[in-house]
């Protein structure tokens, strides 16, 4: 099975601070996502990266980068965390040589509260 | 730019029925994936089910099965014999040329014992 793990499942942080929130893949994915998940909204993509070093601008980036400098790791940072930035943050993978092409597999979520 | 609407914010079913969440979508491109995630209360996102655009027949697995509907871009799921564990978050997504998925908004179900 997939395994794709989250750093944290609850986070509380300061304004201003820089937090980082890391994802870990086991299955030697390609692509790696980043969203963020509010109530009636559902998930909007922040950044994706298809291969190492790689990375990609989603539908809301502002305010917030993203490193991978190996397969298996994607980081999500917030360089100076505002209160709007409080969010559920979801990580996903997936490959594009699966059996099941394209299908996104999810971490568990890091609650993000910025105070 | 392809959007994904879920009209029902919330829907309830009584436990052993069906229910039918509605699902729409608006792209221009001809060949792309729709799929089904369930996020259960305090729980990881999974997949349910998917369907590829280009394969006429619906997809199921288990009780769970799609109305796909592509004339008019309508994508909806079915559960059937609905169980206590069903109750979660439900997204449709869709994810055309690129390795992208846009989500719709999501759709609370509960089961009633």
């Known amino acids: 099975d997939v395994k794709v793990t989250q750093s944290s499942r609850y986070l509380v942080k300061r304004t201003g601070e820089k937090v980082f929130l890391e994802c870990v893949q086991d299955?030697?994915?390609?692509?790696m996502f980043w969203y963020r998940q509010d109530p009636g909204l559902g998930l909007r993509l922040i950044y994706f990266s298809y291969d190492v070093k790689m990375k990609e601008k989603g539908d809301i980036p502002e305010g917030y980068s993203v490193s991978r400098e190996k397969k298996e790791r994607f980081s999500l940072i917030l360089e100076s965390a505002s209160t709007n930035q409080t969010s559920m943050y979801l990580c996903a993978s997936s490959s594009l040589t699966s059996v099941v092409l394209d299908t996104q597999y999810f971490g568990p979520g890091t609650r993000l509260t910025v105070l | 730019a392809q959007t994904v609407t879920q009209s029902q914010p919330e829907m309830s079913v009584q436990e052993a029925e069906t229910v039918t969440l509605s699902c729409t979508y608006d792209t221009s491109e001809s060949d792309y994936y729709l799929f089904w995630y369930k996020q259960p209360p305090s729980r990881q996102m999974i997949l349910v089910i998917r369907?590829?655009?280009?394969?006429?027949q619906n997809a199921t697995e288990n009780r769970f099965s799609v109305n796909f509907q592509k004339a008019a871009k309508s994508f909806s799921l079915k559960i059937s014999d609905s169980q206590l564990g069903d109750a979660a978050m439900y997204f449709c997504a869709y994810q055309g040329g690129s390795e992208k998925l846009v989500f719709g908004k999501g759709t609370k179900l509960t089961v009633n014992p």
């Open positions: 369907q590829e655009a280009y394969k006429q």
């Open positions: 299955m030697d994915h390609e692509n």
